[in-house]
């Protein structure tokens, strides 16, 4: 009796490493904002967690182990209706705060009008991170500092990132722009965009020629930065679908129904040294 009884021990023990291994990096994430592509499909991009912009998860959302992240874009969906569904739904854990406010064609915001709203997303009782600036540290420091005389609560630094993926030196600069940010406010940070964006779009020069294999370098040595450092809690790669500076970046087909190469890398990058080398698939 007691022999079965060990042997069923020892089974169970086994599932349960099993299962951890094959659970998806709990850093791993992803901006999701095309209907398409369902939380089932994201859940084959091997993700913890995703967000859409927007406080509203997928149609399907719950279907598979994933957290949704709701987002109050900008001043305008912090209404009642909208602090009420996110303080009462019981499966929320973090809320981004305002999407790029320091950009004209985002949510367009100075700091006082993003401090005038944030006790009310405070009042949800949620983690919550910063307004994440599309690359302007002064706003975020002036935020930061305003925030913290006032007594606000700030629980994770949000940060947007698109360095020159062709640079050598690429992913070396952002590990020392994270570090720096941190040391500074000495928060978990949260990289909620990220991706492979042809910066000559934005007025800057690029090292060398964009190139799929440069982007899938970079790709997974930027993972493997990023599960290394400790204080990252979480990052997003930008983006399920996308076009336009981002041509290399998208993780999926335009119809969502399979993944690109990038999306393949995506999947099964890690933060284990060796693995995940560009152009090995499972």
């Known amino acids: 009796m007691k022999s079965v009884l060990l042997i069923s021990i020892l089974a169970a023990a086994s599932l349960v ?3 951890a291994d094959d659970a998806p990096p709990i850093k791993k994430g992803i901006g999701s904002w095309n209907p398409k ?47 009420r569904k996110v303080k009462d739904n019981r499966n929320v854990i973090n809320v981004l705060g305002f999407n790029e406010p320091d950009h004209p064609d985002q949510s367009n915001m100075t700091v006082d009008q993003c401090l005038a709203l944030w006790p009310q997303i405070m009042s949800t009782g949620k983690r919550l991170g910063s307004p994440a600036p599309g690359g302007n540290l002064q706003w975020l420091d002036e935020f930061m500092s305003k925030a913290d005389k006032l ?21 070396d600069e952002f590990e020392h722009w994270l570090i720096a940010v941190h040391d500074k406010y000495h928060k978990p940070i949260w990289v909620t965009e990220f991706g ?15 190139s799929e294999a440069l982007a899938e370098a970079f ?18 790669w930008f983006a399920d679908n996308c076009e336009g500076e981002y041509s290399l970046s998208p993780l999926y087909q335009k119809d969502g129904d399979g993944f690109t190469e990038m999306g393949k890398l995506y999947k099964d990058a890690n933060g284990i040294e060796g693995d995940n080398s560009p152009g090995n698939f499972r």
């Open 37 to 83: 592509i369902t939380v089932d499909k994201l859940s084959r991009l091997h993700v913890s967690w995703y967000y859409t912009w927007s406080l509203d998860p997928k149609s399907d959302d719950g279907s598979r182990p994933m957290e949704f992240v709701p987002m109050f874009w900008n001043g305008n969906t912090v209404t009642p209706e909208n602090i």
């Open 196 to 210: 492979t964006a042809d910066v000559t779009k934005w007025h800057l020069q690029q090292k060398n020629k964009p």
């Open 219 to 236: 790709l997974v040595k930027t993972v493997k930065m990023l599960e290394r450092l400790d204080f990252v809690e979480r990052y997003a």
């Open 17 to 19: 490493i099993a299962s």
């Open 151 to 171: 007594g606000y609560r700030v629980d994770f630094i949000a940060l947007h990132k698109y360095p020159d993926y062709t640079n050598p030196k690429a992913v």
